[in-house]
């Protein structure tokens, strides 16, 4: 632990979306105005519309992503030439160029609005990193957590960010966690891990019940390493504390599971879990809402963690299954765990589009799951009205819908 004042001067913690962003201000003096992904996706479909293109503009944005940007792509020929390993469809000379000019036009449009997204940050935060003087703007080590979620674009600003050295890059990550399909081969950006990784395979957080449930949503699926050479397994992962049997329920309509949740939360805090060490989550914002209105109608209070309440805040925690990325709770209640919202159809590339990336959205859709449930150290409830997600059909009970 670091409890030197002097020490902790010296450390930074940060995002690389947000290192990127200051480091093109102190080294260009200006920033563009960085666009989300539902920003994005419009100027896409502007783009397609303008072109009468083929493909949705979920096609073009996950291109642009993955191969784009991945690769550090910057012209036409270069476009051409690309590797789009990864990628399920085939794109011949004449449709690479159909889409060069999409990419073209996005640019111009983006550049016109003074915007560009966060990867694009990331991209000119490291090439204006490769001629600076890293005594001023880059670090003497770098130590990166959920690497895992890390894009091409992103590892080069981190890359930049550090001199080659000994101990100059220390990543921890785990592949069954990744939640933004972001797939990277390390060596290719001079990240070298070969013979220099551990796996650790004891888990100090969650009960071995709840480890077990969880590790079940992700049967049959393939998992990548870290580092993108190989298969990833959770085979001997494991944990050395033990509890209850997570609690899985279905419900007739969506009143009534919330009316079984309130009670489930109420049960929790009656045996002594305080308010703050439990969470409510859900795919979407819409259904804690009404979880919201729920306990607040019960006497129990609430606070959302998009609002970062500390610690010293009481009030169950609610959040999307995103935000609960890098959380834990005593106790997590998994609400409106369905079939229309694990898998998110609006999220999964069409097979028909590309087989490749349909797979790898499916299996994201797999790993949010995954990581909402193993929040939980003590007790995981999880419940759903109508039909439940096909990623419950593995455990070995569901649960009668009542």
């Not at 550090?72 to 990864?86: K, L, P």
């Not at 890390?150 to 550090?162: G, I, K, N, S």
């Not at 096909?390 to 070995?396: D, G, M, N, R």
Request: aromatic share 6%; net charge neutral.
């Amino acid at each position: 632990m670091l409890d030197d004042e002097k020490q902790l001067a010296r450390v930074e913690v940060t995002t690389v979306n947000a290192f990127a962003n200051r480091t093109v201000r102190a080294l260009a003096g200006r920033v563009p105005t960085p666009v989300g992904d539902v920003d994005e996706r419009q100027v896409w479909r502007r783009v397609c519309r303008r072109l009468t293109l083929p493909w949705p503009e979920q096609f073009l944005a996950q291109e642009y992503r993955h191969v784009v940007l991945a690769h550090d792509v910057r012209s036409r020929e270069d476009y051409r030439a690309a590797s789009r390993r990864g990628r399920g469809s085939v794109l011949g000379a004449r449709q690479r160029d159909r889409l060069w000019d999409a990419v073209e036009i996005f640019h111009a449009e983006l550049s016109a609005a003074g915007s560009a997204t966060y990867l694009q940050i990331c991209a000119r935060a490291a090439d204006l990193l490769a001629d600076a003087d890293l005594a001023d703007h880059g670090f003497t080590h770098v130590v990166v957590d959920e690497a895992q979620d890390l894009h091409p674009a992103q590892w080069r600003v981190l890359r930049a960010a550090v001199a080659p050295g000994p101990d100059d890059l220390f990543i921890t990550g785990d592949p069954h966690q990744r939640i933004y399909d972001s797939r990277v081969s390390l060596g290719s950006l001079g990240i070298s891990v070969a013979g220099r990784s551990s796996r650790l395979r004891v888990n100090y957080r969650s009960t071995e019940e709840i480890l077990t449930w969880a590790t079940r949503v992700l049967v049959g699926a393939r998992v990548d390493e870290l580092g993108g050479d190989g298969e990833d397994s959770l085979a001997g992962y494991r944990s050395l504390l033990h509890g209850r049997q997570p609690q899985t329920q279905g419900y007739a309509s969506p009143q009534a599971e919330v009316t079984a949740l309130v009670e489930r939360v109420r049960e929790w805090v009656t045996q002594g879990v305080g308010p703050s060490e439990i969470a409510v989550c859900a795919r979407f914002t819409t259904t804690l809402r009404g979880v919201h209105d729920a306990l607040t109608a019960a006497g129990i209070p609430t606070a959302w963690v998009r609002d970062q309440p500390g610690a010293d805040v009481d009030g169950v925690r609610l959040a999307t299954m995103h935000a609960m990325k890098g959380l834990e709770f005593r106790c997590v209640a998994l609400a409106g765990v369905t079939a229309k919202a694990i898998p998110f159809a609006k999220e999964v590339t069409p097979a028909e589009v590309d087989q490749m990336q349909h797979d790898n959205d499916l299996l994201r859709e797999r790993c949010l799951l995954f990581v909402a449930a193993t929040r939980a150290r003590e007790a995981l409830h999880v419940s759903w009205s109508g039909a439940p997600s096909p990623y419950l059909s593995a455990q070995e009970s569901r649960g009668p819908v009542v």
